[in-house]
């Protein structure tokens, strides 16, 4: 099984982008995913995913991201809103905690001021 981010772009400041992974096969664990991002120099973060309960934000991304997902169709969306440059990273998806085996290419979010 192979994950795929997909959506990402070149948006400007206050702008919003749709990003999305689909899944090559089935996962059974969709509910555990999660959608990280690693912006240039520093270390890979968690900032949205779905837990057994509910649905955790980091901080920075609260009220402005909402992920969201279709079991269906194997995919989980990030909707991002009022994008601000600090968001610019590159956004991968995976499952929460990690697994080694489904980091992908991930999609790049650059955001201009």
């Known amino acids: 099984v192979q994950l795929q981010a997909s959506g990402g772009g070149l948006v400007q400041t206050g702008g919003s982008l749709r990003l999305s992974c689909t899944a090559s096969?089935?996962?059974?664990?969709?509910?555990?995913m999660g959608w990280y991002r690693q912006a240039p120099g520093k270390q890979r973060e968690l900032v949205a995913w779905f837990t057994s309960i509910g649905i955790n934000y980091v901080d920075s991304v609260k009220g402005r991201f909402t992920i969201s997902r279709d079991d269906a169709k194997n995919t989980v969306y990030l909707q991002m809103n009022s994008l601000k440059p600090e968001d610019t990273a590159v956004y991968y998806c995976?499952?929460?905690?990690?697994?080694?085996?489904?980091w992908g290419q991930g999609t790049q979010v650059t955001v201009s001021s």
């Open positions: 096969g089935s996962i059974r664990s969709i509910n555990r």
């Open positions: 995976n499952l929460v905690p990690s697994s080694a085996t489904y």
